[in-house]
């Protein structure tokens, strides 16, 4: 069992920069790939981007390619979101996932979310 615990959302301004951070434990942890995704109000859900507990294979969604930046610190088992250059569209749910499925968007694992909203 893998339990996820984000944290850091919080309203911020168009071109400011937020830290989200997902706590991860269980014991099958480094089995997964660790995701972000989010998800706007009445829209579906969209990946954000993804890693491993190496930080060795990151991909990201081009909505979001140089802007934000996904690290691990493996010490503390936290899987970080680094968001820069926010704009209001960036607004949303940003979730963790573990063992996330891109093409159906199904994880083994999710956190409860993180609500990010940025103005204009």
């Known amino acids: 069992q893998v339990q996820l615990v984000e944290s850091g959302g919080r309203l911020v301004q168009a071109g400011g920069s937020l830290r989200l951070s997902c706590a991860a434990s269980?014991?099958?942890?480094?089995?997964?790939?660790m995701a972000w995704v989010r998800q706007a109000p009445g829209k579906e859900r969209e990946f954000v981007g993804i890693?491993?507990?190496?930080?060795?294979?990151?991909a990201y969604a081009d909505s979001v390619k140089g802007r934000f930046t996904i690290t691990t610190d493996n010490a503390e088992n936290t899987v970080y979101l680094q968001m820069n250059s926010l704009k209001p569209e960036d607004t949303a749910v940003y979730y963790c996932?573990?063992?996330?499925?891109?093409?159906?968007?199904?994880?083994?694992?999710w956190g409860q979310g993180t609500q990010v909203t940025v103005s204009s």
């Open positions: 890693t491993t507990w190496r930080s060795s294979n990151t």
């Open positions: 996932a573990a063992g996330l499925n891109r093409a159906t968007m199904r994880a083994t694992y």
């Open positions: 269980g014991g099958t942890l480094r089995l997964y790939a």
